[in-house]
């Protein structure tokens, strides 16, 4: 299974007690992967369709909860990808789907009394802090996902309304998060692309699980970049320091050949002699073979002084 399909089955396995909670997780269940039906002088039907079972029965447990309604299960097989079943669940007329649809904010009726799909989220829904974070939870199961983190970080929700999307960025965005919302195709997406941010909102819907493997990769691959460059940096000093040291003895063979090392004074030919003979030892090596040792930065600024000594050659 997908880091995404397990967190969601982790979250279908929350029990929550209270019938506003529940509410609010059905009403954003619907409202990403509902659609409306109209059957003629039948009236107003739903159907709800997952990929997932374990959301399928949530939806089946939150209508007979709630509504008292006992729905079918149906299972088509998904000819698009030839890979997941398509669960759906179907809520008649007969069965109260006008009611249903009006109390989970789906639809309003205007004062006239005729109907129209409310595009936003319903205030009075989400009025409590349980409740709202019940609905998050809800548009996670109902149109969310999350990638692996072991490759790159990235939550989103999918929905086909403007309105909507830029309402449930406003609520993801009220526990201080930075959600943001683009146009994909026909559908609008609210997503998330931070680790620290997508840990927190895991937090919040309560997905604890995915929420610990979603850190201890975060920590790994963290500790992994640090070693990274912790290498890579010991590695261009190392680059540094070889370069440095060839520079250091061609500038050395170079006054030697030209007028000989004899011609340096006793301090520099010392130093001189002592870098041929050993070429591959630090700066620090070379002054401590010295009488009297002398520090790296001491050996430094003789070298360079037999450096510059050199191009002074070349230029006469």
Avoid: W
Avoid at 58 to 64: E, T
Avoid at 209 to 216: D, G, Q, V, Y
Wanted: aromatic fraction near 6%; charged fraction near 25%.
């Amino acid at each position: 299974m997908s880091f995404s399909s397990v967190a969601k089955s982790e979250l279908c396995r929350i029990q929550d007690e209270k019938s506003c909670c529940q509410l609010a997780e059905l009403s954003a269940i619907m409202k990403m992967s509902g659609t409306i039906q109209i059957n003629g002088k039948n009236g107003l039907g739903l159907r709800v369709s997952t990929e997932n079972p374990a959301i399928a029965r949530r939806i089946f447990s939150l209508l007979k909860n709630i509504f008292g309604v006992h729905t079918d299960i149906m299972v088509k097989k998904n000819s698009t990808f030839k890979k997941n079943n398509i669960y759906m669940l179907l809520i008649t007329p007969e069965m109260g789907a006008k009611d249903i649809l009006l109390k989970t904010g789906i639809l309003k009726q205007h004062s006239d009394g005729t109907l129209g799909i409310y595009h936003k989220i319903h205030s009075e829904i989400i009025k409590k802090s349980c409740c709202r974070r019940a609905y998050v939870r809800g548009a996670f199961l109902g149109g969310g996902s999350i990638s692996n983190p072991e490759k790159t970080y990235h939550l989103e929700f999918v929905t086909n309304s403007l309105e909507y999307a830029e309402d449930l960025m406003k609520l993801i965005n009220s526990y201080n998060l930075t959600s943001k919302v683009i146009q994909r195709k026909s559908n609008f997406v609210v997503y998330l692309k931070e680790g620290e941010q997508i840990i927190d909102l895991l937090n919040i819907i309560g997905a604890h699980n995915a929420l610990l493997e979603l850190e201890n990769v975060r920590i790994y691959k963290e500790m992994r970049n640090n070693v990274n460059r912790l290498v890579n940096c010991e590695t261009a000093n190392l680059n540094k320091t070889v370069d440095a040291a060839v520079r250091q003895i061609e500038s050395i063979n170079f006054i030697k050949e030209k007028v000989g090392l004899k011609k340096l004074p006793p301090n520099l030919r010392e130093i001189a002699e002592l870098r041929l003979n050993f070429p591959d030892v630090s700066l620090k090596e070379l002054g401590q073979m010295l009488n009297p040792p002398i520090g790296k930065s001491g050996v430094n600024h003789r070298l360079r002084k037999i450096e510059k000594i050199a191009e002074e050659l070349k230029d006469s």
